[in-house]
């Protein structure tokens, strides 16, 4: 009974132990990072505006101040997205109108063939009728 108190005795003082290890990292973690928020803010002192000297009022802002940055990250990475879409639809629209340009040309010159075919057949049709008028002619002689 007495070896089982000694054994909860140093179970107890080694969960002691390693709650005052570690409250002493987390202390230390603390300073390190109240240290650093104090150092920022003696460097950037605009980063701070109306805020006293209490280190979790300082964390807020410098909170707030990262916020407001990546919401202004998003709005200019929407608005080059927005300017490389309005850059596609340009050169789209371009192209378009490169190629009706081209359909009106190549319409414009199958027009003109067809109106050379159209004088062609005539011809071939007036060349055919005077053949044969020739050939009427010639065996009536």
Request: aromatic fraction near 2%.
């Amino acid at each position: 009974m007495n070896q089982t108190i000694d054994n909860e005795t140093q179970t107890d003082d080694q969960q002691h132990d390693k709650l005052v290890q570690n409250n002493n990292k987390l202390k230390r973690a603390l300073q390190t990072i109240k240290d650093k928020i104090h150092r920022i803010a003696g460097e950037r002192p605009e980063l701070f505006p109306q805020t006293s000297d209490d280190t979790i009022e300082r964390l807020d802002q410098l909170i707030s101040a990262v916020e407001n940055q990546t919401k202004q990250i998003e709005i200019l990475q929407n608005i080059s997205s927005f300017e490389g879409y309005q850059k596609q639809i340009d050169q789209l629209q371009q192209n378009l109108s490169q190629k009706e340009e081209e359909q009106i040309l190549l319409q414009d010159r199958l027009h003109e063939v067809e109106l050379e075919l159209r004088k062609t057949l005539d011809d071939q049709s007036r060349l055919e009728a005077l053949v044969e008028q020739q050939s009427l002619q010639l065996t009536e002689l």
